[in-house]
């Protein structure tokens, strides 16, 4: 049997009795971090590219724990998924004082060219010990090449929070395909990976004649659900956690 070690372990920041300091009236930063890392999580086993996780369901992990999972799991790097407060807007990125910054600022233009407004990327040390880093994901977990992804502020004064709860997969989804060509392997969309369209459907749409890509699957003819709502001006947006999606039209 042999045994391949993950290159990429995803860390969902928090859990179990501590929510996070990333919550407000509409998630919690646990559960939040945790949707964004099993999306990503199935995104990179789709692209063949070994990954596993500190945590997959609403668990309490310390950072003593946190870091030694990280730092015995044999993976080359790290992403440990946040969701910021303190009032601020847009996507940070913190690598190690012990790392160049290209990965960091290359996830975080990704997350960036779908919307997010970028806040900044950088590094931080121990204010004890200027030769150590001060997160404990940077200075506990060994070789491996941790950054930490806070992906926008739960108490935005601007518009993080709207863009979190509507783009959020779009944000993941741009990590998966920054890290995936920055080890160079083949990036191929969640719309790529669909089964080949088997054919075009014609129909009416609020009276209007459209076409629209369908797919045959065990003699089951499927269209595009985003597509139909999106054209009826409704939000349609995925919970991975809950396996669901939520459709929301204008009143």
Same mark, same amino acid.
């Given at each position: 049997?042999?045994?391949?070690?993950?290159?990429?372990?995803?860390?969902?920041? +928090?859990?179990?009795?501590?929510?996070?300091?990333?919550?407000? +009236?509409?998630?919690?930063?646990?559960?939040?971090?945790?949707?964004?890392?099993?999306?990503?999580?199935? =995104?990179?086993?789709?692209?063949?590219?070994? @990954?596993?996780?500190?945590?997959? /369901?609403? &668990?309490?992990? %310390?950072?003593?724990? !946190?870091?030694?999972? @990280?730092?015995?799991?044999?993976?080359?790097?790290?992403?440990?998924?946040?969701?910021?407060?303190?009032?601020?807007?847009?996507? /940070?990125?913190? +690598? %190690?004082?012990?790392?160049?910054?290209?990965?960091?600022?290359?996830?975080?233009?990704?997350? *960036?060219?779908?919307?997010?407004?970028? =806040?900044? $990327?950088?590094? =931080?040390?121990?204010?004890?010990?200027?030769?150590?880093?001060?997160?404990?994901?940077? !200075?506990?977990?060994? %070789? *491996? !090449?941790?950054?930490?992804?806070?992906?926008?502020?739960?108490?935005?004064?601007?518009?993080? $929070? /709207?863009?979190?709860?509507?783009?959020?997969?779009?944000?993941? /989804?741009? $990590? &998966?395909?920054?890290?995936?060509?920055?080890?160079? =392997?083949?990036?191929?969309?969640?719309?790529?990976?669909?089964?080949? &369209?088997?054919?075009?459907?014609?129909?009416?749409?609020?009276?209007? !004649? @459209?076409?629209?890509? %369908?797919?045959?699957?065990?003699?089951?003819?499927?269209?595009?659900?985003?597509?139909?709502?999106?054209?009826?001006?409704?939000?349609?947006?995925?919970?991975?956690?809950?396996?669901?999606?939520?459709?929301?039209?204008?009143?």
């Amino acid at each position: 049997m042999i045994i391949i070690d993950p290159i990429l372990i995803i860390d969902s920041g +928090h859990g179990g009795k501590d929510p996070g300091g990333g919550t407000n +009236h509409l998630w919690k930063e646990k559960d939040f971090a945790l949707q964004i890392s099993l999306y990503q999580y199935d =995104r990179f086993r789709q692209l063949g590219i070994p @990954v596993t996780l500190t945590r997959n /369901e609403d &668990v309490f992990i %310390s950072s003593v724990d !946190r870091a030694r999972i @990280v730092r015995e799991s044999g993976a080359q790097y790290c992403f440990s998924n946040h969701i910021n407060a303190g009032g601020g807007d847009g996507v /940070e990125t913190i +690598h %190690s004082i012990h790392t160049d910054p290209t990965l960091a600022t290359r996830l975080a233009q990704g997350i *960036v060219d779908e919307g997010q407004n970028l =806040r900044r $990327v950088f590094s =931080r040390r121990l204010t004890t010990d200027p030769k150590k880093d001060y997160f404990f994901m940077h !200075r506990e977990t060994g %070789s *491996v !090449r941790t950054t930490i992804i806070e992906y926008g502020f739960a108490d935005s004064k601007l518009d993080d $929070v /709207e863009q979190l709860q509507t783009y959020w997969m779009d944000y993941a /989804e741009a $990590v &998966v395909k920054t890290f995936t060509t920055f080890i160079g =392997r083949e990036y191929k969309s969640p719309n790529q990976m669909l089964p080949k &369209v088997q054919r075009k459907v014609n129909g009416l749409l609020n009276g209007e !004649r @459209v076409t629209i890509d %369908s797919y045959l699957i065990k003699n089951t003819t499927y269209v595009p659900l985003r597509f139909i709502g999106e054209s009826l001006d409704a939000k349609v947006v995925w919970d991975a956690q809950r396996n669901e999606y939520n459709i929301v039209t204008k009143k």
